[in-house]
């Protein structure tokens, strides 16, 4: 006979845990530094931190100022700094923090627009400058057209660096980002080796060129913290000294 | 000039260095360790005009990459066009100047100009 599994009354309504949640405030136009305000949250295993800012905005703060679109790692919206380390708010669960506090700031190394939104112009801006495209001749689709096939080792060089959503997390971690404020960062030289490295791509003289400047490529000290914070799995440190092999004559 | 070039400069005299520092670390310990720095052992060493020239390189060589160090340092604490050319401009005019006083030394040494 099969069994029934016992229904307790603790499993069906378990009392939630409850953490108590730390927002960063500040507005630029008229605070002179940031404050943090305190909300206690109920959370589950499965609560992210981004459910539980966003109950903070339904239950009782509405002015708290946060940008998200997708809720599940794809936009590349929700970057902050969470417990003190650069993440994405949607993709991280309270429970894994192990912490009974939860503190969330807006990202290093980027403007505050409000609380814990941040500009991204300078993260567009740089992933713009390295030419994130294929840059081919014959890139147009032509009436007898044909393919541009790629075998799988050629794909295996790349692709790791295609998973990136501009979320900005490796250049929020990044040491000289926080001093050098014309460094090209992380994000956008793991685009740029993403592109030379496809072997359907002709661009790679012009984009190595663009990098190859006072501010560029050679500002990494490979401190490594981007690849660390990466929700995506790219590891933009590798990117950039395989982009240098290139330029050093050890790669083709 | 391209970055990449001041680089390969950057990286190429730190191993050169490492070689000629590792040979002129050989040659002390060889040479008595402890007398090194007396003024009779100085004056043989930078007469001994092979061993003179090799300090020389090396006074070339680290000055290069030192100031260059320098100048990437001082170009990632602060930006600003007047700032890097000063930066570029004053790294390049000490560098020189440290290796024209430490050339100076070995050539007074071996003309016996200075020397009382
Ligand atoms: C011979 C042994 C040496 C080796 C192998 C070496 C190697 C290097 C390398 C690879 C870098 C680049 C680091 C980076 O880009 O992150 C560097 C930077 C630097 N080096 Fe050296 N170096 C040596 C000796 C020296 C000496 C004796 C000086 C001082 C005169 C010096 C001053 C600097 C400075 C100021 C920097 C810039 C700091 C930085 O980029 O992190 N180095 N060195
Ligand atoms: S490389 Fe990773 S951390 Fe950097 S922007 Fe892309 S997805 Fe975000
Ligand atoms: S909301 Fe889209 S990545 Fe988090």
């Known amino acids: 006979m099969a069994q029934i599994p016992i229904i307790t009354e603790a499993s069906t309504t378990p009392s939630p845990k409850v953490i108590t949640l730390r927002i960063a405030r500040y507005n630029p136009q008229h605070d002179s530094n940031k404050k943090f305000m305190e909300f206690n949250i109920p959370y589950e295993r499965w609560t992210t931190v981004l459910e539980a800012i966003l109950e903070v905005k339904k239950y009782f703060d509405h002015s708290v100022a946060v940008r998200y679109s997708c809720r599940q ?27 009974n506090v939860v503190t ?79 460094f090209v960062g992380p994000q956008a030289l793991a685009q740029a080796y993403r592109y030379v490295a496809d072997s359907r791509d002709k661009g790679k003289d012009t984009r190595l060129k663009i990098i190859d400047e006072s501010h560029g490529i050679w500002r990494c000290h490979f401190a490594g ?8 799995g790219v590891d933009p440190a590798m990117g950039i000294q395989l982009l240098r092999g290139y330029m050093l004559g050890f790669r083709s | ?4 070039i001041i680089m390969k400069i950057h990286y190429g005299t730190a191993l050169a260095a490492v070689a000629l520092v590792a040979v002129h670390i050989l040659m002390r310990l060889t040479q008595g360790f402890s007398e090194s720095l007396q003024y ?47 930066v570029s401009y004053g790294c390049v005019a000490a560098m020189i100047a440290l ?9 007074m040494v071996n003309t016996g100009l200075g020397m009382m």
């Open chain 1, 73 to 99: 790692a794809t936009c590349g919206s929700c970057g902050m700094i969470i417990n003190g380390k650069p993440r994405l708010a949607c993709f991280t669960k309270i429970s894994e923090l192990n912490s």
């Open chain 1, 104 to 182: 969330v700031e807006p990202m290093n190394n980027f403007p505050v627009i409000r609380d814990l939104a941040v500009k991204f112009e300078r993260l567009f801006n740089t992933h713009h400058k390295v030419k994130p495209y294929l840059i081919h001749d014959d890139s147009e689709i032509t009436t007898d057209s044909k393919e541009f096939l790629q075998s799988p080792k050629e794909l295996e060089k790349y692709i790791q660096f295609s998973n990136c959503i501009k979320c900005g997390l490796c250049n929020s971690a990044c040491p000289t980002m926080a001093t050098d404020s014309l």
């Open chain 1, 225 to 232: 913290s981007c690849s660390q914070v990466c929700p995506k």
């Open chain 2, 1 to 4: 000039m391209r970055e990449s």
């Open chain 2, 40 to 86: 009779d052992s100085v004056i043989a060493n930078y007469k001994f005009l092979p061993y003179a020239g090799m300090l020389e390189i090396i006074l070339i060589l680290l000055s290069i990459h030192g100031f260059n160090g320098l100048r990437v340092i001082l170009l990632e604490l602060k930006q600003g066009r007047t700032y890097e050319k000063a």
């Open chain 2, 99 to 107: 290796i024209t006083y430490g050339t100076r030394t070995i050539i």
